[in-house]
């Protein structure tokens, strides 16, 4: 959580106002789209979680192996999730740009 935190801040401090044009195409690389991708990594992370707690009770846990406490901290990090989409997304508003939606279905089949 730390972590991820952490990363992120640094990334944006890396391109700070910065346009980076990648070489041999037209395509760039600048604030927003680093945060775009940022909050396309944590739509996907946030749908991981939300599709393992909606398809796993606390039964399945314990019939797996796991200490009770597992899925309460499974559903701590998903809500961690959750709130790093919707604080990349107000941030991108801010600046302007109307944040990436997350995908329509993810498989993690």
Do not use: W
């Not at 796991?66 to 919707?86: A, K, M």
Request: include cysteine; charge should be negative.
């Amino acid at each position: 959580e730390m972590k991820t935190a952490f990363f992120l801040l640094a990334l944006v401090a890396f391109v700070a106002s910065e346009t980076y044009v990648i070489p041999g195409s037209q395509a760039y690389i600048n604030d927003n789209n680093v945060l775009q991708y940022a909050l396309t990594l944590e739509n996907l992370e946030n749908a991981f979680y939300t599709q393992a707690l909606a398809t796993f009770s606390s039964a399945n846990f314990t019939a797996a192996g796991f200490n009770s406490t597992v899925r309460d901290l499974v559903t701590i990090i998903g809500q961690h999730e959750s709130t790093h989409v919707q604080a990349l997304g107000l941030l991108l508003i801010s600046r302007g740009a109307t944040p990436v939606a997350p995908c329509s279905t993810y498989n993690f089949n």
